[in-house]
């Protein structure tokens, strides 16, 4: 606007406020009732949606209601049906409700749904799970609900077992009163999809209409098209607008939502922006959606915006005539004071303009005529004041002449000076700068120069450090200025470190001396800065801390020795692992930490010694690394894996010796407990072959032991026929039983006496009665044998079934049986074993193998203690061999079945022990005692069974595990514990503490 006029400009300005106030104005109008027009159809969608959602869930519940109460009732009447079986006499009342139950167990509802009863008190007497029958069950607020209603339809939210979040679901319960149950038809409503029929809603969809074409429909999450006005059902997943967008993948996914995009129904010819807001309805898996048109939403505010537009065009004709009007009796007398104002620029002073107006224009001309006036006076003036000057100017300059010549011999000494500290400073090899106060380089050295900033000496001069930004960073810049300004105001010499990146690209650590200096009266001076590269001294000084971290925090136990032996540094570590202070390990010999060579370092693979071999390395300044056994503070021991490596001086002397040590006793525990897993596994394997070979024979042999038991039988009963038949038949010939054997010659009735004695004399010769007599008791001993062989191999079978991976419920008694079985050739010589099984044990959350094979450690273990006594005693064992019971008749020789029991008790008078092992509930707990009246356990023994290869058993017989690895299947893998009481000469008791959870 520069080049306009003062009326243009008046016109500009008034037409650009006025525009620029009816725009704004204009444009919040416009914004405001489109955001108003754009929230009302937001909430007519908003509101169509939740109606169509609410119509879908009424017939949903109205479905499911229905349904349920069906299945309920339906229940009921199968319950009264028994009860009027029992009413008649035809069954007991007990038979009533267990019928009702089986068949209320067997009906389904939906995919997992089921029928259950629960009295008024809240007791459960009917469920499928039959753990929880007769259990108390008022601590559920529904089940409070359900004793207290008995009738009618409730839904609530419910998580089942191991499921990470509650589901809903619903039921409908009736009450059969006679027996005071509530029967209950529950079920997740997810189940319940296929009870609203889509079609049902179709109309109540398509009522709603946004708009003139607006419409509602609805499609499934997985994009299959239910209901449209338009469209026939059908998958559109993949459906794309103009500009190929697919917007019902995004509609998709975010389930509930508001989305904007083109679309063209069928038998339309273009394409039109649509509104779309949806919601997702979980329980049908269904979006629910309300649409309308963008053309029909914003039709009013389009003619809205037409005649704003043509108002506007009104009011700027309306505004410009006015200003035109305005500015015309503003300018013209500008116009002419302007014209006066050229001609006094030229040079007249004595111009003058005569006022025409009384406003502000009027009082420039009288200013400008006063303004004219005082500038003719003050040119007078200042034709006398140059004169005066140009006299004074003429002196000054022949005195300024003379102290240049002065000032030429100053500066050329200067200059010899600065030539000589220059040179001095380039010989210095430490980088060394100065800065004027302002932050500027002064000049610096070469080293500074070259390497630090990586420039030459003369692009240094004159520029701040911030020109160096990757040296000199805007933060590092500005703490360096701040700290020059400090030192300016204190003075002095100030030391300090400074990390800087180098122009090789290096972080370089200096060591910074700064001092002021001054130099002439004005004042001028600055900072000197000398910097020493502290980086390899940072370095080594940062190996060296680093180091020590390292060695301090090392997971195993490091110790350094000197040439003789002796313990001169020990990590945090080895005394978490040693259980030796560090304060008392120092300055003790290495040798006070071996173990003595018991017979549990032999059973634990310590044969060869480790320990001197390590001792006997050092002695000959040798690396060497194996296992030895250590001994901790406390005086146990464990097995260690042992480093030794030498440290040698420059002229390659050994000084001292760097030893790790990594207890190494748990993970040689958890090998042989995985050996022990892979045995049973091997184990299982075997079982289930033989359990396949031995199955078939063993049950055609049993199928053929029947068989003869009932020919037997038969051959009896036709042999006794047979007999009187005969007798009958001599009785008819008139013979008897005292006939004269020679008379059967004479071919008389003797003939019928001789036949019958010679039947007699057939039977007595062939044994005939004792062989009828003894065959039922061979068959029945074949059968028992069959029976006994099936037992062993289903016990070992279950016994060594591999875990399936989690906890599982365990039936404990059933696990003992079973372990005792498969042990059984370990005790049935030297012991008797009881079984003593609580019979309404709960079982456990656990492994089942894992806890038959702590049940079988603590048997054989037991069963050894027995055998040790009676050795001690002197008990001739040589006749009891594996192997040498089993007769024919499928017993031990010398025993017989114990019927409480079902062990061999002695009838021969051999000497055996006792072994007892029973279970019972105690507080939560299931509680296993295995006792024995072995040799016991010593009282100094007692504190180490437990230890990993610690055992008192000679070489082959045991190997100092199996106490340990039982101890860690209860206590970490189970959550129990294991207590141990035992006297010397009289026995050992082990009590396993298993809680009883859930998993």
């Not at 108390?136 to 998580?159: A, I, K, P």
């Not at 000076?417 to 004027?436: C, E, K, S």
């Not at 009958?728 to 009735?749: I, N």
Request: aromatic share 6%; hydrophobic share 40%.
């Amino acid at each position: 606007m520069t080049g306009l006029g003062i009326r243009g400009k008046l016109l500009a300005s008034y037409m650009l406020v006025f525009l620029v106030l009816l725009l704004c104005g204009g444009a919040g109008a416009y914004i405001h009732a489109r955001n108003a027009v754009e929230q009302v159809v937001e909430e007519r969608l908003h509101a169509a949606t939740q109606s169509i959602l609410g119509t879908v869930r009424v017939g949903a519940d109205l479905a499911v209601r229905n349904y349920l109460r069906a299945a309920s009732e339906k229940a009921r009447d199968v319950v009264a049906l028994e009860y009027e079986r029992y009413r008649s006499g035809a069954i007991t009342e007990a038979q009533a409700k267990a019928n009702a139950a089986d068949i209320l167990l067997r009906m389904s509802i939906g995919r997992s749904g089921y029928i259950y009863c629960l009295t008024s008190n809240a007791t459960l007497a009917v469920h499928p799970v039959a753990s929880l029958l007769g259990r108390d069950l008022s601590e559920f607020e529904f089940v409070r609900d359900q004793s207290r209603l008995r009738e009618g339809f409730m839904q609530y939210e419910w998580r089942n077992p191991g499921e990470t979040h509650a589901r809903p679901k619903a039921l409908h319960m009736t009450w059969f009163q006679p027996w005071d149950w509530i029967i209950s038809a529950s079920a997740y409503r997810e189940e319940f999809r296929n009870l609203l029929d889509v079609t049902m809603l179709r109309d109540a969809v398509l009522s709603h209409r946004v708009g003139e074409t607006g419409y509602a429909y609805i499609m499934t999450g997985a994009g299959e098209l239910l209901v449209h006005p338009v469209m026939e059902p059908g998958d559109i997943a993949d459906a794309r607008d103009d500009t190929g967008r697919r917007f019902v993948r995004e509609m998709m996914q975010k389930r509930s939502g508001r989305i904007v995009y083109s679309w063209r129904n069928p038998g339309e010819g273009r394409y039109r922006e649509k509104i779309v807001v949806y919601a997702y309805l979980a329980d049908y898996d269904w979006i629910v959606a309300a649409s309308g048109y963008t053309d029909e939403i914003y039709a009013p505010l389009d003619r809205m915006r037409r005649l704003a537009l043509l108002w506007l065009l009104a009011a700027v004709g309306v505004v410009a005539l006015a200003s035109l009007y305005a500015s015309a009796g503003i300018t013209g007398p500008l116009r002419r004071l302007t014209e006066r104002v050229r001609v006094g620029a030229g040079g007249d002073l004595s111009v003058r303009v005569v006022p025409e107006t009384h406003d502000e224009i009027g009082d420039l001309a009288n200013y400008f005529n006063r303004l004219m006036g005082n500038l003719e006076g003050h040119s007078l003036r200042m034709g006398q004041l140059v004169e005066a000057r140009t006299t004074e100017l003429t002196r000054l300059n022949a005195d300024y002449l003379v102290e240049l010549e002065r000032r030429a011999v100053t500066e050329e000494e200067a200059r010899s000076r600065l030539a000589f500290l220059q040179a001095l400073m380039n010989a210095i090899p430490n980088p060394l700068y100065y800065r004027d106060f302002t932050g500027r380089f002064v000049d610096c050295n070469d080293s500074f120069a070259r390497v630090v900033l990586g420039c030459a000496r003369e692009d240094v001069r004159g520029r701040p450090p911030g020109d160096f930004p990757d040296v000199y960073p805007a933060d590092v810049a500005g703490a360096v200025l701040r700290d020059d300004d400090e030192l300016r105001h204190v003075g002095g010499t100030r030391f300090g470190e400074q990390s800087l990146r180098c122009a090789d690209g290096a972080v370089r650590h200096f060591s910074v001396v700064k001092t002021v200096f001054a130099g002439g009266t004005a004042g001028e001076g600055g900072i000197i800065g000398v910097l020493t590269d502290l980086t390899a001294r940072r370095r080594a000084e940062d190996a060296r801390r680093l180091l020590e971290q390292a060695v301090e925090n090392f997971s195993g136990a490091l110790l350094i020795l000197d040439g003789e032996g002796s313990i001169r540094y020990a990590n945090p570590a080895f005394a978490a692992i040693t259980g030796w202070p560090r304060t008392n390990a120092v300055d003790r010999r290495l040798a006070d930490l071996g173990a003595e060579d018991t017979a549990g370092a032999v059973a634990g693979g310590n044969e060869g010694a480790g320990f001197p071999a390590l001792l006997a390395a050092r002695a000959q300044g040798k690396a060497w690394s194996g296992r030895a056994r250590l001994r901790r503070g406390d005086g146990a021991s464990f097995e260690a894996e042992c480093r030794l490596a030498p440290l040698r001086d420059g002229a390659g002397a050994v000084t001292h010796f760097v030893c790790t040590i990594e207890d190494v006793s748990e993970r040689l525990l958890l090998q042989a407990q995985l050996l022990q897993a892979q045995k049973l596994e091997s184990i299982g394997q075997l079982a289930s072959g033989i359990a396949h070979e031995i199955n078939t024979p063993i049950q055609f042999v049993g199928d053929n032991a029947r068989f003869l038991g009932t020919a037997v039988s038969a051959l009896d009963v036709a042999i006794a026929g047979y007999d009187a038949l005969l007798r009958q038949a001599v009785a008819a010939c008139g013979a008897t039983e005292g006939t004269a054997p020679g008379a059967a010659a004479s071919g008389g009735t003797g003939d019928a006496g001789g036949l019958l004695a010679g039947a007699a004399r057939l039977r007595e010769e062939t044994d005939v009665d004792f062989v009828l007599a003894e065959l039922p008791a061979a068959v029945r001993q074949v059968q028992d044998g069959v029976e006994r062989v099936s037992g062993i191999v289903r016990a070992l079978r279950e016994f060594s079934h591999p875990d399936v991976g989690g906890k599982v419920p365990v039936d404990v008694n059933a696990g003992l049986a079973n372990t005792v079985t498969v042990c059984r050739n370990e005790w049935k010589y030297v012991a008797e074993v009881h079984l003593d099984l609580a019979p309404d044990l709960p079982h456990v959350m656990g492994h089942a193998g894992d806890l038959n094979q702590v049940f079988m450690n603590l048997l054989v273990n037991a069963a050894h203690a027995v055998d040790d006594r009676l050795r001690a005693e002197g008990v001739a064992q040589a006749d009891a061999q594996p192997g040498s019971g089993d007769t024919a008749r499928g017993l031990d020789e010398g025993t017989v079945p114990d019927a409480a029991s079902g062990m061999g008790v002695d009838t021969t008078g051999r000497a055996r022990g006792h072994i007892t092992t029973c279970t019972r509930i105690v507080d939560g707990e299931v509680l296993v005692r295995v006792r024995d009246d072995g040799t016991g356990i010593a009282p100094e023994v007692l504190p180490r069974i437990f230890d990993p290869f610690f055992t008192t058993k000679e070489v082959g017989r045991g190997t100092g595990q199996g106490l340990a690895i039982a101890r860690n299947l209860v206590v970490n893998k189970h959550g129990g514990r294991i207590e141990v009481d035992s006297k010397p000469g009289e026995g050992a008791e082990f009590t396993v503490y298993l809680p009883v959870g859930t998993p």
